[in-house]
Each structure stands twice: as C-alpha cells, then as structure tokens.
C-alpha cells in the first residue's frame, strides 16, 4: 500500500489558519474513522496532536483541530503561533492490521 | 505517566541483524490497554510504521519488512523489542518504540525519544 499524500510544505502568518491536506485510498481513509495527526519537531519524537480524525488528548490546544471528507482528511492550524513551525504528518489504519503515514507537510510560519 | 527508552547499538553491518528494546516504565507490558510499536524515520525522510505487538503476543507487520522483522514481548523486563535482518543502507534510521492507549491500533500516544541505527561496513 502508497503512503498518505500531503502537500510538502505549507505556511502562513502569525494569528492565521492554515490548512493541511491528506490523502489515501478507499482501503484507508476512505473507509476508516482512524485517522490521527502528529507534530515533529526537529530532532524530536513526533507528538500525538489528533486521533479518530477529530478528538485531541489532553493537553493539546484547541488550536488544532482535524476533519475528514470522503477519502481526504484534514489538519487546521488556527491563530498560527511561531511555535507551531514543525513537520506535521497524518497517519491511518489500512486493510488489513496495517499502519500508514503521510510523507509529511513542513508548516513554516512567516 | 506511560514512558519509553529504546536501547541497542547505533552501527550494523550490512546484512548483519538490528536489535533494539524498548523500556517500559508507567505502565504494565502486560496491558491489554496498549498496542506496543516500532516506528522509523529515515535522515530527513517521513515516518514508517514497522509494526506492533499486543500482550497476547499477537504481533501485526508491515509488508514492505514482513518476513525480517520480528517483535517480541519480554513480560518480566516490562520490555519489548525488534530485530530486522537482512539489512541494508535502506533500514538506516531513527528507530521510535510508541504505544497506543485504549486498545487503539494505529494512533500513538506516547514515543520514545528515538535512536538511531546506521547501517555501514
């Protein structure tokens, strides 16, 4: 099975929101409602920003937030803070006990 | 808090076989509530889902390394750990261990901080 598809790279101002696309195929995020989001950091471990496409863990600003349509899901960055500059990635369960992620989106605020 | 440390040599020949564990603290190897994974990301590339593994010791594999991959679960040492043969410059990486909460199977909670493997003569 491919990788996700995301755009390489994504940016925007501080105090915007930016939008970060992923897309899959029929047999993952089309069917699926287990779509998560990581945040990474250079030389860090990713950091779990959303999962089952919408819900955030604790601790996670509601800044974040995550939606899905057909087989595209989508990440949102409102109020985009200096901070916020990362490689983010989407994940999701494939067919069949299978584990996908995006090739990753480089979010650069300016 | 669930934490983890992976732990194994930074340097494999090619073809030799890469070996890391996972550490465990903050929560029980043996918990149903957890899926235990391994994750790489080779140098400036995107995330790799390896595998995972859950307390029955049922484990779940990529296909692209199926068939030289093998995760197991070491209950005593609160640990679990990956071994990948066969390698090559490909598998050079930063190898993660993460785990799920809630019985969840592909999104991941909680990672280690990463260590990476070189694979060179």
């Known amino acids: 099975q491919s990788a996700l598809t995301q755009p390489p790279s994504a940016s925007g101002s501080p105090g915007q929101s930016v939008t970060i696309s992923c897309t899959g195929a029929s047999s993952d995020l089309h069917d699926y409602t287990s779509v998560s989001w990581y945040q990474q950091h250079p030389g860090k471990a990713p950091k779990l920003l959303i999962y089952?496409?919408?819900k955030r863990p604790s601790g996670v600003p509601d800044r974040f937030s995550g939606s899905k349509s057909g087989n595209t899901a989508s990440l949102t960055v409102s109020g985009l803070q200096a901070e916020d500059e990362a490689d983010y990635y989407c994940s999701s369960y494939a067919d069949t006990n299978n584990v996908l992620f995006g090739g990753g989106t480089k979010l650069t605020v300016l | 808090q669930l934490q983890l440390q992976e732990s194994g040599p930074g340097l494999v020949k090619p073809s030799g076989t890469l070996s890391l564990t996972c550490t465990v603290s903050g929560a029980s190897i043996n918990s149903g509530r957890h899926y235990w994974a391994w994750i790489r990301q080779p140098p400036g590339k995107g995330l790799e889902w390896i595998g995972n593994?859950?307390?029955?010791?049922?484990?779940y594999y990529n296909p692209s390394v199926k068939g030289r991959v093998t995760m197991s679960l070491h209950t005593s040492e609160n640990q679990f750990s990956l071994r990948l043969s066969s390698v090559t410059a490909a598998d050079t990486a930063v190898y993660y261990c993460?785990?799920?909460?809630?019985?969840?199977?592909?999104?991941?909670?909680?990672w280690g901080q990463g260590t990476l493997v070189t694979v060179s003569s």
């Open positions: 593994a859950y307390y029955t010791g049922t484990t």
């Open positions: 089952e496409v919408t």
């Open positions: 993460a785990s799920s909460e809630n019985g969840d199977f592909s999104w991941f909670h909680y």
